[in-house]
DNA sequence: TTCCAGGGGTAGA
DNA sequence: TCTACCCATGGA
């Protein structure tokens, strides 16, 4: 076993930013808040499958756990997306702090969100959240797993997350026979399709310097993805603008007003939280219990 | 049976 | 830009 040290930033927090939302109860990644370990099966470069155990034993420093012979660079750049580390979090905090809904944030070390180590990985997340429930959700993802993830050799009853390529060499009417995700078939598998054939660097969009309108618009185009799943992804693409407005946004904003809301009254209610909407709607004083 | 869930696409106005 | 309707799935 091969373990090592990653450092973070003074403002950072594992387990806030676990619990940001709910994506640690998506396969492959396993989290156990009592031992305050993060594990998930990751297939990298080469084919290899690692199992990857992440904590924090104090603050300021990450434990990293792999097999050996495990490619530490290649692990850690992963660890660095999906804590989203290099997250600059000090004018948000610096907002936050006199608005008594926020301030908490800076408090508890909050803002960032747990994200999976590729866009291609959470943008078919996201479209699994879509108009279903948060238990399909899991089984949706689960079942990708199982038919296309690759095995962890620690651990043959866990499977790594599937890349496009594993998805597009496979039919689109077997795909959407085994993963049973509904009309969200076509979408993946065309996502995918496009990604292994070159037509669409998903990927790039993190890296280039797009500004966040044009970001949007980038994410709105691909299928399956609507004003929410941009706004999310938006969110983990480290722009906290845009509200993913869902039916939690509804709840929250219903029980501030006292009444069932409509999607432009949740637009309304955070219009004074700008140019951090999104990060105030996702962080803000009341929230549904992320692990119902 | 009908409704609806951490919505999105499309047609028509 | 706004509205109406449909979309697969599975639990309530």
Redesign the pocket.
Known sequence: MAIWELQTPANFSLVETIEA???H?LSPFRWDREEGVLERVEELAMGRVHLLRLSEPKPGSLRLEGAEGTARAEIEARVRRMLQIDLPLEEFHAFCQDRPKLAHVPERKQGRMLRCPTLWEDTVK??L?????????K?MTARILHHYGALCPADTERRAFPGPERIAADSLERF??VA????????IHGLASEIQSGKLDLEALQTESLDASTLRKRL?A???????????LLLYLGRGEHI???????MLVGKELGRPVSD?EVHAFFADYAPWRGLAYNFYAWRPD?N?
């Open positions: 939302h709910g994506w109860q996201v479209i959240t879509t108009n279903t429930t948060w238990a399909q959700t089984a959407a026979e049973r995700v509904g009309y969200r078939a076509a979408a709105l691909l299928r399956g993805v609507g004003p929410y799943a941009a706004a999310t993913n407005v869902d039916s939690w946004a509804r432009a992320p119902i």
